[in-house]
């Protein structure tokens, strides 16, 4: 390009060339529409400086690459400048769409095995781990302390939202009364339901670990540990009991090993207090 420049009082004549350069051509990506949370990597090209508006959000606004993070719809503007310092601006427009408004059942605790239902916030679609159920509401009867994840996926967005519920489980308490018993009637039986950290409720309405009892019946125990309740019984009968004493009639201590020992048998020896034995 030539400037020629006439004075009007000679007739003289200036001429300058003047270089026009031409503006950046920005490389840019293209809008996008991404979920609440996502993090978007901006790339322009173009030129040796950039500059980023709005600067919110954004890693690093001067540099041509930087990630942004935003939390509504927004128009990020880049100026660029060349070798040259000719100028262009462009833009990129991110659309931000909402997770999933997700709702789930609050942290529990239950007993071993015992059935329980967690649901999460109906209208999307879910994914539970573990287990890899697919419906708002599962039902479970875990054994063992664990957390349960669930993802909801809006189907028309994309959008996911992730969270847990953690459900503890308390073990039963350990309870065996063994079987069925039946004594003599003078007898007295020792019942142990014993267990750490446990309360007791018998159902003679006495509240230790253990009990003697004195009496036939059926005896019940509750022994309740973290709200866990273990039922145990036994019945005990008993019986009149007698001694039998057997005495044989002769004995020969001939060293032949038959009948060389005058021996008594005698049962129910519980209510022998005393025996004496005379020839």
Known sequence: VKSIITYSTTTDTAVEDFVVFPKPVI???????????????????????????????????????????????????????????????????????????????????????SPISIS???????????????????????????????????????????????????????????????ICSYQNLLLNAEDSASTYLWSSNETTSSIIATAEGIYIVEVTRNACVTRDSIEITMKECYIQIFAPTAFSPNGDNKNDVFLLQISGTDLLKEFELKI
């Open 27 to 113: 490389s840019l990506i293209e809008d996008q529409i991404i979920c609440f949370g996502d993090s978007v990597q901006l790339m322009a090209s173009g030129g040796t400086t950039y500059a980023w508006t709005p600067a919110n959000a954004i890693s690093d606004d001067s540099i041509p690459n930087p990630y942004v993070k935003p939390s509504v719809n927004t128009n990020y503007i880049v100026t660029v400048t060349d070798s040259n310092a000719c100028v262009a601006k462009d833009s990129v427009k991110l659309i931000v769409n909402p997770l999933p408004k997700l709702v789930v059942s609050n942290d529990t605790v239950i007993c071993s095995a």
């Open 120 to 182: 999460a916030s109906i209208g999307y679609a879910y994914q539970w781990l573990p287990g890899g159920k697919n419906t708002a509401i599962i039902n479970e009867s875990p054994i063992s302390t664990r957390v349960y994840y669930v993802t909801a996926s809006d189907t028309i967005t994309k959008c996911q939202a992730t969270d847990s519920v953690k459900v503890t489980v308390n073990i039963y308490p350990s309870v065996k009364l063994g079987s069925d018993t039946l």
